[in-house]
């Protein structure tokens, strides 16, 4: 049972770019959470699919975030415009009704806005 | 007022001693409670997840959870310098449509050979 994965592990732009990150949920796991972790806080909440549905949002989650989930396996974040601001781990979960939901992390990606 | 309140340290023990975590929260709804260890620049490992209130073991490791406090602590026997780490407490509540978690702002302890 591999883990859950995120790529790219680092992501360094400059602000005004364009980015996007992959998550590869454990297999089977149909919840799938992403979280943000800025220094010495706890990570927060951003948005959560059941399936391929994006059922949540946080209001942290700006009109210049997107969030997909196709076919209910891998998820994407999309982050528009990037300002110093978004400068973040971004972190990945994932989790299932047969493991009472408990919500299993990948590494992250850490992205630093230039 | 945050939702979860957990003293950010640092925590120094030497080697072999009991370490103890704690968090307080607010929310009386939160049903489900969980201990997350965190080596710098890496993703949360759950180490502890327990229903309710009561203890919880897991070798070296207990857990428990006293909702009529609304406390929750982590105990670390024997600790090793491989312990040190920040430890993150989380919570959620019961049903729902999303069981996101709600963190602590995490523990960073150092154990000291």
């Known amino acids: 049972d591999t883990g859950v994965s995120q790529d790219p592990r680092h992501k360094i732009t400059k602000r005004g770019q364009n980015v996007t990150f992959r998550c590869d949920p454990i297999?089977?796991?149909?919840?799938l959470y992403w979280y943000r972790q800025t220094l010495g806080q706890g990570p927060e909440f951003l948005t959560y699919?059941?399936?391929?549905?994006?059922?949540?949002k946080s209001r942290l989650l700006s009109d210049r975030f997107s969030a997909e989930r196709p076919k209910g396996s891998f998820s994407t974040l999309e982050i528009q415009r990037t300002e110093q601001g978004d400068s973040a781990m971004y972190l990945c979960?994932?989790?299932?009704?047969?493991?009472?939901?408990?919500?299993?992390f990948g590494p992250g990606t850490r992205l630093t806005v230039t | 007022q945050k939702e979860v309140e957990q003293d950010p340290g640092p925590l120094s023990v030497p080697e072999g001693a009991i370490v103890s975590l704690n968090c307080t929260y607010s929310?009386?709804?939160?049903?489900?409670f969980m201990w997350y260890r965190q080596y710098s620049r890496k993703g949360p490992e759950l180490l502890m997840y327990?229903?309710?209130?009561g203890n919880k073991e897991d070798g070296r490791f207990t857990a428990q959870v006293d909702k009529s406090s609304k406390y929750i602590s982590l105990f670390i026997r024997d600790s090793q310098p491989s312990d040190s780490a920040t430890y993150l407490c989380?919570?959620?509540?019961?049903?729902?449509?999303?069981?996101?978690?709600?963190f602590g702002t995490g523990t960073l302890l150092a154990v000291q050979p």
């Open positions: 979960a994932s989790s299932s009704r047969q493991k009472n939901y408990e919500q299993y």
């Open positions: 297999s089977e796991h149909n919840r």
């Open positions: 699919f059941q399936n391929e549905a994006q059922l949540e």
């Open positions: 929310n009386s709804a939160f049903q489900y």
């Open positions: 327990t229903y309710s209130s």
């Open positions: 989380a919570m959620r509540s019961w049903g729902g449509a999303t069981n996101k978690l709600i």
